[in-house]
Structures are given as structure tokens and as C-alpha cells.
């Protein structure tokens, strides 16, 4: 199946500060989502980005579907942003999504 | 908004007990999920189904068996729960748009075996 690699694994940052966090994978990519899950454990659905660039408040994401890898940035940081990110993708299968390791993100005050 | 609702959010079995996890959805997706997630391995698919009564195997289905009677319910059963089954379990459902669409978790259960 596809493999999903996520970095940086960790990420510590001040508030107000920008990031990027990057997923790659070994395979084409065609239902590829970005989730959070808080610090309470939800999981939510970010993005559905299969190619190009979507939008939402501060947070955006590009996947170059080409080139079997996506972007997500985060602007001006805010403590409720921490938590872990994750990247997935079903790699042109049908059989559910294959999840990255995640970067937990730390966003101090 | 999507709602994938886990009837339990914490749960505490004993060893060999057999133990039933419920998840239903309200947004009359086709496809419905079971994974897990423990710490250093990340989230694990353990099944899935596409359609009533329909279920497929995902990468670690040893130990579990699901049933889907019904559309809206997906419920994940451990015939004899051991040690090794203590983990955060997550349900997910996803509409049938060819088979790309947007995956919405529920709350997660956190099970122990003792």
C-alpha cells in the first residue's frame, strides 16, 4: 500500500508565528485530506486536496498531485491550533486511508 | 454538519470478555470505517464496509469482526478482548462519491483491557 511520511515530527512555535508542515508519499495521490486532532483526541477534517491549493481562515494546503506531496501552512499561529496533523491518502485504492505519523505541533503563548 | 457519533467514550474491559463498540452516523454516508491508534504507530484501518451487510478487511483485522445491519450503524466487536487490544479505537464514515470524499471521525473510545 501507499507509504505516508510527515514532517517535521515535532514542531514547537511561539504564538502569531507561520508554519509548514509536509507530507510525501510513495504513491500517486487522488483522495488526499488533512486532519487535526485536538488535544482531546477529535480528529476533524481539514482539507479534502486531492490537487491544487484550497483556503480556510489561516490555514491553507497545496498538494502538487505530480510530484506525491502536500503543504500545509498555518499563519499567525494561535495556542488552539496545537495538537497533531495528519496527512492521508488511499492511494488510488479503495480500501480506507493510509495515515502519516503526524507532527504535533506546540503553539506557546 | 456531519455527526459520527461512538456510543462510548471510555470503556473498561476484562481479559476474554466479549466486547461491542458502536458507531453510527447521521449523514447517510455509505462508507463507514473502524481504525485505531496507538501511540508510535499512528492510525491503523482494522475494517470497512461500502454497504449493508458489506464489510472488508483492512490492514489488522486479526482479533476483530464488525457487523452493518443496518446503513447509518457500524459496530466493531472483539470476540475474546486481550491486553493487546487496549488502544483508542476511531470510527469514520464517508459519502460514496466514486470512493473520494471527506472522512468525518467520531469522538474516539478509549479501551482498556485489564
Known amino acids: 500500500g501507499i507509504q505516508v511520511e510527515q514532517s517535521p515530527p515535532d514542531l514547537i512555535l511561539q504564538e502569531g508565528a507561520n508554519s509548514t508542515l509536509r507530507c510525501n508519499f510513495s504513491d500517486s495521490v487522488n483522495n488526499l485530506q488533512w486532519f487535526h486532532q485536538n488535544p482531546w483526541g477529535q480528529l476533524i477534517n481539514l482539507f479534502y486536496i486531492p490537487s491544487g491549493t484550497k483556503q480556510n481562515g489561516r490555514l491553507s494546503a497545496t498538494t502538487v498531485a505530480t510530484e506525491r506531496y502536500s503543504l500545509l501552512y498555518i499563519s499567525s499561529s494561535q495556542t488552539t491550533d496545537s495538537g497533531v496533523y495528519f496527512c492521508a491518502d488511499s492511494g488510488g485504492g479503495a480500501d480506507g486511508l493510509t495515515f502519516g505519523k503526524g507532527t504535533h505541533l506546540i503553539i506557546q503563548p | 454538519d456531519v455527526k459520527v457519533t461512538q456510543s462510548s467514550r471510555y470503556l473498561v474491559k476484562r481479559t476474554g470478555e466479549k466486547v461491542f463498540l458502536e458507531c453510527v452516523q447521521d449523514?447517510?454516508?455509505?462508507?463507514m470505517f473502524w481504525y485505531r491508534q496507538d501511540p508510535g504507530l499512528g492510525l491503523r484501518l482494522i475494517y470497512f464496509?461500502?454497504?449493508?451487510?458489506?464489510?472488508e478487511k483492512g490492514d489488522i483485522p486479526e482479533g476483530y469482526s464488525v457487523s452493518r445491519e443496518k446503513k447509518e450503524r457500524f459496530s466493531l466487536i472483539l470476540e475474546s478482548a486481550s491486553t493487546n487490544q487496549t488502544s483508542m479505537y476511531l470510527c469514520?464514515?464517508?459519502?460514496?462519491?466514486?470512493?473520494?470524499?471527506?472522512?468525518?471521525f467520531g469522538n474516539g473510545t478509549r479501551l482498556t483491557v485489564t
Open positions: 464496509s461500502y454497504d449493508v451487510k458489506m464489510k
Open positions: 469514520a464514515s464517508s459519502s460514496s462519491d466514486g470512493y473520494n470524499s471527506p472522512l468525518h
Open positions: 449523514m447517510d454516508h455509505e462508507n
